[in-house]
């Protein structure tokens, strides 16, 4: 599971590393989120992490917005 911090300061939970990848892939979570780390209890930098760094290697332009149930629409 992936607890994000956006940008925007809206949390959003990933419950699968598909899920997140996809969040990243889309860019609902961009380089200067956070993800939370729960053996600390302290928000990291998101692009610090390996499955981060390993979804934004592979992210195209045109991928579908990938948001979990019940997540609030971002802003134009």
Do not use: C
């Not at 332009?61 to 019940?70: C, E, S």
């Amino acid at each position: 599971m992936y607890r994000i911090k956006l940008a925007s300061g809206e949390e959003a939970v990933y419950r699968t590393s598909g899920e997140f990848q996809l969040a990243v892939q889309s860019g609902v979570v961009g380089p200067t989120a956070e993800v939370f780390h729960n053996t600390t209890g302290r928000w990291l930098p998101v692009a610090t992490h390996p499955d981060y760094k390993a979804a934004a290697a592979t992210r195209r332009d045109d991928a579908p917005i990938y948001r979990p149930v019940g997540h609030a629409p971002l802003p134009p």
